[in-house]
Protein backbone atom coordinates (compact mmCIF):
# COMPACT_ATOMS: atom_id res chain seq x y z
CA UNK A 1 0.00 0.00 0.00
CA UNK A 2 1.11 3.67 -0.58
CA UNK A 3 1.72 5.97 2.62
CA UNK A 4 -1.07 7.94 1.12
CA UNK A 5 -4.14 5.53 1.29
CA UNK A 6 -2.79 4.49 4.58
CA UNK A 7 -2.84 8.12 6.13
CA UNK A 8 -6.27 8.71 4.86
CA UNK A 9 -7.46 5.67 6.36
CA UNK A 10 -6.09 5.72 9.48
CA UNK A 11 -7.63 8.50 12.12
CA UNK A 12 -4.59 8.24 14.13
CA UNK A 13 -2.24 8.76 16.50
CA UNK A 14 0.81 6.19 14.95
CA UNK A 15 4.13 6.08 14.55
CA UNK A 16 5.95 5.57 11.60
CA UNK A 17 10.16 4.28 12.32
CA UNK A 18 13.42 5.28 10.09
CA UNK A 19 16.08 2.69 10.06
CA UNK A 20 19.60 2.63 8.07
CA UNK A 21 21.04 0.01 6.72
CA UNK A 22 23.83 -1.96 9.02
CA UNK A 23 27.73 -2.53 7.72
CA UNK A 24 27.49 -6.01 8.58
CA UNK A 25 25.67 -9.26 8.13
CA UNK A 26 25.34 -10.11 12.06
CA UNK A 27 24.28 -5.98 12.41
CA UNK A 28 22.11 -6.85 9.61
CA UNK A 29 20.43 -10.22 11.67
CA UNK A 30 20.16 -8.10 15.03
CA UNK A 31 18.43 -5.33 13.09
CA UNK A 32 15.61 -7.55 11.28
CA UNK A 33 15.18 -9.30 14.83
CA UNK A 34 14.86 -5.37 16.20
CA UNK A 35 12.55 -4.34 13.25
CA UNK A 36 10.18 -7.43 13.86
CA UNK A 37 9.90 -6.23 17.45
CA UNK A 38 9.62 -2.99 16.79
CA UNK A 39 6.39 -3.89 14.80
CA UNK A 40 4.83 -4.20 18.75
CA UNK A 41 4.27 0.00 17.86
CA UNK A 42 2.19 -1.35 14.84
CA UNK A 43 3.40 1.60 12.73
CA UNK A 44 1.97 3.07 9.98
CA UNK A 45 5.31 2.89 7.08
CA UNK A 46 9.10 1.92 7.98
CA UNK A 47 11.25 3.79 6.61
CA UNK A 48 15.17 3.08 4.86
CA UNK A 49 17.96 5.42 4.60
CA UNK A 50 20.32 5.73 1.89
CA UNK A 51 24.03 6.64 1.72
CA UNK A 52 24.57 9.91 -0.50
CA UNK A 53 25.69 8.90 -4.03
CA UNK A 54 24.53 5.79 -3.29
CA UNK A 55 27.39 4.74 -1.25
CA UNK A 56 24.97 2.19 0.61
CA UNK A 57 22.46 1.30 -2.36
CA UNK A 58 22.76 -2.56 -2.38
CA UNK A 59 22.31 -2.55 1.24
CA UNK A 60 19.84 -0.28 1.76
CA UNK A 61 17.48 -2.47 -1.35
CA UNK A 62 18.67 -5.62 0.67
CA UNK A 63 17.19 -4.01 4.01
CA UNK A 64 13.93 -2.48 2.19
CA UNK A 65 13.26 -5.51 0.46
CA UNK A 66 13.61 -7.87 3.43
CA UNK A 67 11.42 -5.68 5.27
CA UNK A 68 8.94 -5.18 2.89
CA UNK A 69 8.85 -8.65 2.51
CA UNK A 70 8.72 -9.87 5.87
CA UNK A 71 7.25 -7.79 8.40
CA UNK A 72 4.04 -7.35 6.62
CA UNK A 73 4.24 -3.49 7.29
CA UNK A 74 4.40 -0.71 4.13
CA UNK A 75 8.39 0.33 3.75
CA UNK A 76 9.50 4.01 2.30
CA UNK A 77 13.05 3.86 0.79
CA UNK A 78 15.26 7.07 1.19
CA UNK A 79 16.56 7.96 -2.46
CA UNK A 80 19.24 11.23 -2.96
CA UNK A 81 19.75 11.85 -6.38
CA UNK A 82 22.92 14.75 -6.69
CA UNK A 83 26.04 12.90 -7.45
CA UNK A 84 24.49 10.49 -8.83
CA UNK A 85 23.45 9.28 -12.18
CA UNK A 86 20.22 8.20 -13.99
CA UNK A 87 21.42 4.40 -14.31
CA UNK A 88 21.86 4.01 -10.10
CA UNK A 89 18.43 6.28 -9.57
CA UNK A 90 16.93 3.66 -12.29
CA UNK A 91 18.22 0.41 -11.03
CA UNK A 92 17.33 1.57 -7.57
CA UNK A 93 13.49 2.65 -8.16
CA UNK A 94 13.26 -0.72 -10.39
CA UNK A 95 14.62 -2.90 -8.14
CA UNK A 96 12.70 -1.50 -5.23
CA UNK A 97 9.50 -1.23 -7.52
CA UNK A 98 10.16 -5.48 -8.02
CA UNK A 99 10.48 -5.95 -4.17
CA UNK A 100 7.00 -4.29 -4.06
CA UNK A 101 8.19 -1.08 -2.51
CA UNK A 102 5.76 1.83 -3.08
CA UNK A 103 6.90 4.54 -1.46
CA UNK A 104 10.08 6.96 -2.33
CA UNK A 105 11.56 9.47 -0.34
CA UNK A 106 13.07 12.12 -2.61
CA UNK A 107 15.71 13.64 -1.37
CA UNK A 108 18.93 15.75 -3.03
CA UNK A 109 21.65 14.54 -0.72
CA UNK A 110 24.75 16.00 0.80
CA UNK A 111 28.40 16.08 -0.48
CA UNK A 112 30.94 13.81 1.43
CA UNK A 113 32.36 15.82 4.37
CA UNK A 114 34.63 18.35 3.08
CA UNK A 115 34.47 17.68 -0.56
CA UNK A 116 32.12 20.18 -2.79
CA UNK A 117 29.27 19.63 -5.14
CA UNK A 118 30.59 21.39 -8.37
CA UNK A 119 34.27 19.55 -8.00
CA UNK A 120 34.66 16.52 -8.66
CA UNK A 121 31.44 15.91 -9.85
CA UNK A 122 30.39 15.00 -13.10
CA UNK A 123 26.62 14.79 -12.96
CA UNK A 124 24.42 17.19 -13.93
CA UNK A 125 20.79 15.03 -14.14
CA UNK A 126 19.84 16.11 -10.57
CA UNK A 127 20.42 19.25 -8.77
CA UNK A 128 17.76 19.62 -5.85
CA UNK A 129 15.20 17.01 -4.92
CA UNK A 130 12.52 18.42 -6.87
CA UNK A 131 14.42 17.57 -10.10
CA UNK A 132 14.10 14.00 -8.55
CA UNK A 133 10.83 14.32 -7.88
CA UNK A 134 9.70 15.14 -11.54
CA UNK A 135 11.88 12.29 -12.89
CA UNK A 136 9.91 9.49 -10.72
CA UNK A 137 6.64 10.93 -11.77
CA UNK A 138 7.44 11.31 -15.62
CA UNK A 139 9.56 7.93 -16.09
CA UNK A 140 7.40 5.93 -13.15
CA UNK A 141 4.12 7.75 -13.26
CA UNK A 142 1.93 6.59 -10.18
CA UNK A 143 4.50 3.61 -9.47
CA UNK A 144 5.48 5.25 -6.44
CA UNK A 145 3.67 7.33 -3.56
CA UNK A 146 6.60 9.85 -3.24
CA UNK A 147 7.54 12.09 -0.08
CA UNK A 148 10.15 14.91 0.59
CA UNK A 149 12.21 16.68 3.50
CA UNK A 150 11.35 19.95 5.29
CA UNK A 151 13.22 21.83 7.98
CA UNK A 152 11.53 23.81 10.24
CA UNK A 153 14.49 25.73 11.44
CA UNK A 154 15.52 26.30 8.03
CA UNK A 155 17.83 24.10 5.49
CA UNK A 156 21.11 24.65 5.87
CA UNK A 157 24.30 24.54 4.19
CA UNK A 158 26.91 24.71 6.77
CA UNK A 159 28.23 27.08 9.18
CA UNK A 160 28.99 29.91 6.38
CA UNK A 161 25.03 29.51 5.96
CA UNK A 162 23.71 29.87 9.23
CA UNK A 163 22.56 33.76 9.19
CA UNK A 164 20.33 33.42 6.35
CA UNK A 165 18.44 30.20 6.79
CA UNK A 166 14.81 29.70 8.14
CA UNK A 167 11.89 27.86 7.33
CA UNK A 168 10.71 30.56 5.10
CA UNK A 169 13.20 31.07 2.39
CA UNK A 170 12.53 27.47 1.73
CA UNK A 171 9.21 28.07 1.25
CA UNK A 172 9.38 28.22 -2.57
CA UNK A 173 11.23 25.33 -2.95
CA UNK A 174 8.89 22.91 -0.79
CA UNK A 175 5.96 24.38 -2.45
CA UNK A 176 7.69 23.35 -5.93
CA UNK A 177 8.85 19.78 -4.60
CA UNK A 178 4.58 19.40 -3.69
CA UNK A 179 3.25 21.03 -6.95
CA UNK A 180 6.16 18.39 -8.71
CA UNK A 181 3.80 15.49 -7.04
CA UNK A 182 5.02 14.89 -3.91
CA UNK A 183 2.69 13.31 -1.63
CA UNK A 184 3.49 13.50 1.64
CA UNK A 185 6.64 15.43 4.05
CA UNK A 186 8.66 14.35 6.51
CA UNK A 187 10.34 16.94 8.69
CA UNK A 188 14.24 17.07 9.75
CA UNK A 189 14.37 16.81 13.10
CA UNK A 190 13.46 19.39 16.05
CA UNK A 191 13.92 19.92 19.82
CA UNK A 192 11.79 23.18 19.64
CA UNK A 193 8.44 22.67 19.39
CA UNK A 194 7.20 26.20 19.08
CA UNK A 195 9.30 26.11 16.28
CA UNK A 196 7.48 23.33 14.64
CA UNK A 197 4.42 24.13 15.75
CA UNK A 198 5.08 27.61 13.53
CA UNK A 199 6.51 25.66 10.47
CA UNK A 200 3.40 23.50 10.54
CA UNK A 201 0.73 26.67 10.29
CA UNK A 202 3.28 28.21 7.71
CA UNK A 203 3.09 24.88 5.79
CA UNK A 204 -0.98 24.72 6.05
CA UNK A 205 -1.01 28.30 4.83
CA UNK A 206 1.08 28.43 2.06
CA UNK A 207 2.16 24.98 0.80
CA UNK A 208 -0.86 22.17 1.36
CA UNK A 209 -3.94 22.71 3.69
CA UNK A 210 -4.17 18.93 3.63
CA UNK A 211 -1.34 17.02 2.48
CA UNK A 212 0.05 14.47 5.49
CA UNK A 213 2.99 16.63 7.36
CA UNK A 214 5.34 13.70 9.90
CA UNK A 215 7.35 15.78 12.22
CA UNK A 216 10.41 13.88 12.37
CA UNK A 217 11.72 13.28 16.48
CA UNK A 218 14.71 12.01 17.49
CA UNK A 219 14.48 9.76 21.08
CA UNK A 220 17.59 10.71 22.76
CA UNK A 221 19.54 7.80 23.83
CA UNK A 222 23.04 9.74 25.26
CA UNK A 223 23.84 12.91 25.87
CA UNK A 224 26.65 13.15 23.52
CA UNK A 225 24.18 12.10 20.84
CA UNK A 226 21.89 14.36 21.47
CA UNK A 227 24.23 17.46 21.28
CA UNK A 228 25.80 16.05 17.83
CA UNK A 229 22.59 15.18 16.27
CA UNK A 230 21.25 18.33 16.61
CA UNK A 231 24.50 20.34 16.12
CA UNK A 232 25.10 18.57 12.77
CA UNK A 233 20.94 18.87 12.14
CA UNK A 234 21.00 22.71 13.06
CA UNK A 235 18.21 22.09 15.17
CA UNK A 236 18.21 24.34 18.28
CA UNK A 237 17.53 23.08 21.71
CA UNK A 238 15.86 25.24 24.22
CA UNK A 239 17.23 25.82 27.27
CA UNK A 240 14.36 24.77 29.32
CA UNK A 241 15.45 21.42 27.55
CA UNK A 242 18.69 21.93 28.26
CA UNK A 243 18.45 22.77 31.96
CA UNK A 244 16.49 19.08 32.49
CA UNK A 245 19.44 17.00 32.12
CA UNK A 246 21.78 18.34 35.39
CA UNK A 247 25.32 17.80 34.47
CA UNK A 248 25.68 15.15 36.63
CA UNK A 249 23.53 13.14 35.25
CA UNK A 250 24.79 13.81 31.27
CA UNK A 251 27.20 10.40 31.47
CA UNK A 252 24.54 8.30 32.88
CA UNK A 253 22.70 7.08 29.63
CA UNK A 254 19.63 5.45 31.32
CA UNK A 255 19.56 8.46 33.08
CA UNK A 256 19.46 10.68 29.93
CA UNK A 257 17.22 8.34 28.15
CA UNK A 258 14.64 8.19 30.90
CA UNK A 259 14.91 12.46 30.54
CA UNK A 260 14.63 12.21 26.76
CA UNK A 261 11.34 10.03 27.32
CA UNK A 262 9.66 12.38 28.91
CA UNK A 263 10.96 15.19 26.75
CA UNK A 264 9.73 13.92 23.46
CA UNK A 265 6.46 12.50 25.17
CA UNK A 266 5.57 16.19 25.83
CA UNK A 267 6.60 17.54 22.50
CA UNK A 268 4.75 14.89 20.64
CA UNK A 269 1.66 15.63 23.15
CA UNK A 270 1.85 19.08 22.29
CA UNK A 271 2.05 18.51 18.84
CA UNK A 272 -0.85 16.46 18.81
CA UNK A 273 -3.20 18.45 20.86
CA UNK A 274 -2.03 22.11 19.28
CA UNK A 275 -2.71 20.88 16.02
CA UNK A 276 -6.18 19.53 15.72
CA UNK A 277 -6.28 16.76 14.33
CA UNK A 278 -3.67 17.85 11.00
CA UNK A 279 -0.99 15.84 12.37
CA UNK A 280 -1.76 12.55 12.32
CA UNK A 281 1.42 10.37 12.67
CA UNK A 282 4.79 10.87 14.40
CA UNK A 283 7.82 9.77 12.10
CA UNK A 284 11.08 8.56 14.50
CA UNK A 285 14.48 8.42 13.67
CA UNK A 286 15.31 5.29 15.90
CA UNK A 287 19.18 4.83 15.09
CA UNK A 288 18.30 1.35 15.16
CA UNK A 289 17.39 1.23 18.50
CA UNK A 290 14.25 0.19 20.08
CA UNK A 291 14.03 1.24 23.87
CA UNK A 292 13.17 4.75 23.89
CA UNK A 293 10.43 5.02 21.04
CA UNK A 294 8.65 2.47 23.03
CA UNK A 295 9.24 4.05 25.86
CA UNK A 296 7.97 7.11 24.87
CA UNK A 297 4.72 5.75 23.00
CA UNK A 298 4.10 3.75 26.47
CA UNK A 299 4.77 7.41 28.24
CA UNK A 300 2.93 9.67 25.43
CA UNK A 301 -0.84 10.47 26.39
CA UNK A 302 -1.54 10.58 22.70
CA UNK A 303 0.44 7.62 21.43
CA UNK A 304 -0.45 5.44 24.31
CA UNK A 305 -3.81 5.27 22.38
CA UNK A 306 -2.37 3.06 19.75
CA UNK A 307 -2.41 0.69 22.76
CA UNK A 308 -5.49 1.16 24.49
CA UNK A 309 -7.86 1.25 21.21
CA UNK A 310 -6.46 -1.57 19.79
CA UNK A 311 -6.92 -3.13 23.08
CA UNK A 312 -4.45 -5.96 21.78
CA UNK A 313 -2.72 -8.08 24.42
CA UNK A 314 0.06 -8.81 22.23
CA UNK A 315 0.51 -5.81 21.13
CA UNK A 316 0.78 -4.93 24.89
CA UNK A 317 3.39 -7.62 25.64
CA UNK A 318 5.11 -6.92 23.13
CA UNK A 319 5.78 -3.14 23.78
CA UNK A 320 6.78 -4.44 27.18
CA UNK A 321 9.18 -6.71 26.24
CA UNK A 322 11.05 -4.07 24.21
CA UNK A 323 10.70 -0.95 26.55
P1 LIG B 1 16.25 20.14 -1.61
O1 LIG B 1 14.79 20.11 -1.47
O2 LIG B 1 16.85 20.05 -2.96
O3 LIG B 1 16.77 21.45 -0.88
C1 LIG B 1 18.16 21.66 -0.67
C2 LIG B 1 18.47 23.14 -0.57
O4 LIG B 1 18.34 23.75 -1.85
C3 LIG B 1 17.54 23.93 0.34
O5 LIG B 1 18.30 24.92 0.98
C4 LIG B 1 16.53 24.53 -0.59
O6 LIG B 1 15.96 25.72 -0.07
C5 LIG B 1 17.38 24.80 -1.82
N1 LIG B 1 16.65 24.68 -3.09
C6 LIG B 1 15.77 23.72 -3.43
N2 LIG B 1 15.31 23.90 -4.69
C7 LIG B 1 15.95 25.01 -5.14
C8 LIG B 1 15.92 25.72 -6.37
N3 LIG B 1 15.14 25.34 -7.38
N4 LIG B 1 16.73 26.81 -6.47
C9 LIG B 1 17.53 27.22 -5.47
N5 LIG B 1 17.58 26.58 -4.29
C10 LIG B 1 16.82 25.50 -4.12
N6 LIG B 1 20.37 12.35 3.32
C11 LIG B 1 20.92 11.22 2.85
O7 LIG B 1 22.02 11.25 2.28
N7 LIG B 1 20.27 10.01 2.94
C12 LIG B 1 19.06 9.90 3.54
O8 LIG B 1 18.50 8.79 3.62
C13 LIG B 1 18.45 11.08 4.08
N8 LIG B 1 17.23 11.05 4.66
C14 LIG B 1 16.64 12.21 5.09
C15 LIG B 1 15.35 12.15 5.63
C16 LIG B 1 14.73 13.32 6.06
C17 LIG B 1 13.32 13.25 6.61
C18 LIG B 1 15.42 14.56 5.99
C19 LIG B 1 14.77 15.82 6.50
C20 LIG B 1 16.70 14.62 5.46
C21 LIG B 1 17.33 13.46 4.99
N9 LIG B 1 18.60 13.48 4.41
C22 LIG B 1 19.16 12.32 3.93
C23 LIG B 1 19.38 14.73 4.36
C24 LIG B 1 19.17 15.52 3.05
O9 LIG B 1 19.72 14.82 1.95
C25 LIG B 1 19.87 16.87 3.23
O10 LIG B 1 19.24 17.60 4.24
C26 LIG B 1 20.07 17.70 1.98
O11 LIG B 1 20.97 18.75 2.33
C27 LIG B 1 18.82 18.37 1.45
O12 LIG B 1 17.96 17.49 0.91
P2 LIG B 1 16.51 17.95 0.36
O13 LIG B 1 15.91 16.76 -0.26
O14 LIG B 1 15.77 18.64 1.42
O15 LIG B 1 16.98 19.00 -0.75
Not at 130 to 139: A, C, F, P
Request: proline share 5%; hydrophobic share 40%; aromatic share 8%.
Amino acid sequence: STIKELYEASPGPFVSLEFFPPKTQSGKQNLTARMGRMTALNPLFLTVTWGAGGTTAQKTLDLAALAQRELNIPVCMHLTCTNTSKEVIDHALKEAHKADIRNILALRGDPPVGEDWEEGSNFSDFQHAVDLVRYIKSEYKDDFCIGVAAYPEGHCEGEADVIDHSAVRDLPFLKEKVEAGADFVITQLFYDVEKFLDFERLFRDEVSATLPLFPGLMPINSYQLFNRASKLSHASIPSSILDRFPSESRGDDNKVRAIGVDVISEIVDTIYTRTNGRIKGLHFYTLNLEKAVAQIVTNSQCLSKILEEDKDEDLVDGIEEIA
